[in-house]
């Protein structure tokens, strides 16, 4: 039997995007070949790619306003160092809302001043900073929409002169923003896109070609742009794969309208750990993510017991990172209502029992 699978990634992706990916693998387009074995310069897979990248560029509302769209390889880690490698002349500002943030900080510092402008690495990353002054001479300002790990999500991005770039592994097609607002986005594909193996890049170009330093090619955005993402071999299956889930967002309305079956899915979820008393949440209450709940056993002494009953109810995944503790539903969007019913279902039947 399919399990609610709550997992923080790689993770859950639509049923009818597993079964055409799969197919895919056996015989594409009818083409007597599998997707795995066809050349990425073969127009199948130019086609693929060249769909892959209008669709993103169409759901996030970025056509005809000077962005490209890339598919890298080196997951979001690599965009923590390629984008200060790209963009940073002398200093640069982060705001360190979690892990991922800290991580993207460390790598900057090898190619230049980081002010870290505002962080919650006092409190856990519970929460979100707020009601910081941004330094006005920065050559980017970098941020993390999302903070998977803790469950906290930016909900007004920071207002800066310079180019905001934004981490969006988590969230990315999960909600409405004006993207626009954003010089270079990055998601690695495996929480809200596709498989793990693949890196989606959306780019203003004109921020571009500013800094001194020579970049080598595998880092450098303009060689990928001017060879669009085949300098090298795409990672065609996570590639195709990730398409396949913008088209099955794409038929389902786009991101308004996962938005709002985002928005109830959370808003179920967060009611329950808010009105039962054996569970609370961790982050701060205006800051919560829509896409990732943290959330605890108030009596520690219950977890071999509601271990056993959410186990029981066919859901997989929910264990918290361990720098959190407690438990972790990640509710992407490929997550179904029914879903996190299923696992709400469980901690009231445990405050019942309890
Ligand atoms: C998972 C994650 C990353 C790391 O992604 P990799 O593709 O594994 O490098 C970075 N940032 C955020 C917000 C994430 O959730």
Redesign the pocket.
């Known amino acids: 039997m399919k399990k609610h699978n709550f997992s ?2 790689p993770c859950i992706l639509p049923q009818e995007v597993f079964k055409e990916a799969s197919q895919a693998v056996l015989d594409f387009n009818d083409s007597g070949l599998s997707i795995l074995e066809i050349s990425h310069r073969s127009k199948d897979f130019v086609d693929v790619m060249d769909e892959a990248r209008s669709l993103a560029l169409e759901l996030l509302g970025l056509e005809g306003k000077g962005y490209k769209v890339l598919f890298l390889q ?7 160092l390629m984008t200060a490698y790209n963009l940073l002349q002398s200093k640069a500002g982060y705001i360190n809302t ?1 892990s ?1 943030s800290d ?2 900080i460390k790598e900057a510092k090898f190619f230049g001043e980081v002010v870290e402008v505002a962080s919650s690495k006092d409190a856990n990353y519970n929460y979100i900073p707020k009601g910081y002054d941004v330094p006005e001479d920065l050559d980017y300002l970098h941020c ?6 803790f469950g906290t999500q930016i909900k007004d991005f920071p207002k800066t002169n310079a180019p905001l770039v934004c ?4 969230d990315i097609f999960s909600r409405q923003l004006d993207f626009s607002k954003f010089s270079l986005i990055y ?5 809200n896109m596709g498989p ?1 193996g693949t ?1 989606l890049v959306v780019i203003k170009e004109e921020i571009l070609g500013k800094i001194e330093r020579q970049i080598p090619s595998m880092l450098d955005y303009k060689v990928h742009i001017s060879k669009s993402s085949m300098f090298n071999t795409p990672p065609v299956f996570p590639v195709y794969t990730s398409m396949l889930t913008l088209r099955w967002l794409k038929k389902l309305g786009g991101i308004a309208a996962i938005e709002e079956e985002n928005e109830k899915k959370a808003n179920l979820i967060y009611s329950e750990i808010e009105l039962n008393p054996l569970f609370k949440g961790f982050a701060a209450k205006e800051d919560r993510s829509t896409m990732n709940a943290t959330f605890s056993l108030v009596d520690g002494d219950l977890k071999e017991t509601f271990d056993a009953m959410w186990k029981e109810a066919g859901i997989s995944g929910v264990n918290g990172h361990r720098s959190v503790g407690g438990y972790r539903a990640s509710m992407y969007n490929a997550m179904t209502m029914e879903g996190v019913a299923s696992l709400v279902d469980v901690m009231s039947d445990l405050e019942r029992k309890a």
């Open positions: 923080a990634g080196g997951g979001a880690s690599t965009q923590f979690g991922w991580k993207a993390t929409s999302n903070n998977t790990i981490d969006m592994s988590s998601a690695g594909a495996q929480k793990a890196t």
